[in-house]
């Protein structure tokens, strides 16, 4: 699926699957769609709370409130409710999907549960979770798998960067030439051993598409290709005899090939955006973990600052390892989608406004 770039001040959004746009006119939030056809328009002010009520005559959907809600959440990380001035049948509504919560007479967006409404971030986002039936593999007892994505999974503006980040899923033909430059680069090639030509890397890639536990994805901003993410489920997973392994726990591993994209700035914008990811595909999985090595000493550093806990050492055949942790209750309960770092001044579409 292609987004449109941003046009001016327009914060680029997709809400289950549409490209959305959001911008600021004085007090006011207007969405659009793709065509630059204006679908609601939203008064904004400071009343002690944030409030947010929609024009008179304006159709209210579910979509329009969460991309109006989204474009103000990531301008304004310190911001954990908003006030939504609804009719009451309209409140009512959005109150049954968790959209809204009542507090007394009103009704209130909760960051912490905004940023877990997956139609925000996953564009082809089940409506309900994949049923459970126990199987078993290798020896493993686990819950059956949902097919491997395909496409588009992922997609979020970084207001730091004033770019679009986005996860799909690995095209074999036309990402082995760049898979192979990459895990060549020295730098990779350092923590991953995986050095070789194109047909090694094609057995690779294709034994990972094979394995109903791991998928494949490639990272980009605004479209240009820069890292490589395995995300694997914990059960199946090596990783599974170290800790009291849950059946929906998610884990996963990065490497990033272009060495353009290997700043801070854009290391906390995927540290943050790969955890969100694991957390929203799946409303189950309560914990996402890592197992970088023990001495990748800026890795670690980094996924500390990103909530990962150190949890302990242990020996991998090829590696020595840390074994890192994230809990959804932290990951959500702390804002931990915005970067717990100092990043300097960014652009901001809503200069005008108290965001």
Known sequence: MNHPLPVGNAIPLCVRGEALFASCHAEQVSISDAQGQERSRWQWRRDGDWVIAPRAGDHISYEDLLAVLQSILMHAPQVRRIVVDLAPADALAMARNGLLV???????????????????????????AF?????????????LRPPKPQGLVYTRYIPWLGQRLTLRSLRLEEDLPMFNRWMNDPVVAHFWDETGDLARHRQYLETIAADPHMTSLIASFDDQPFAYFEVYWAKENRIAPFYDCGDFDRG?????????????????AWLTTISHYLLLDDCRTQVVVGEPRADHEKQIRNLDKSGYAKLKE??????????????????????????????????????????
């Open 131 to 143: 049923p459970v039936q126990q199987v078993m593999s290798d020896g493993r007892r686990h819950p």
């Open 102 to 128: 009542p507090q007394g007479a009103r009704f209130v967006a909760l960051a912490e549960l905004v940023w877990q409404h997956a139609g925000g971030w996953l564009p082809q986002a089940s409506a309900q």
């Open 314 to 355: 242990f020996d991998f055949p090829h590696k020595r390892a840390m074994l890192v942790m994230l809990s959804r209750e932290r990951y959500f309960g702390q804002g931990l989608w915005q970067p717990q770092t100092e990043l300097g001044a960014y652009a901001n579409p809503f200069s005008s406004s108290p965001l």
């Open 252 to 268: 996963w591993h990065v490497l990033v090939g272009e060495e353009a994209f290997r700043g801070k700035q854009f290391a906390v």
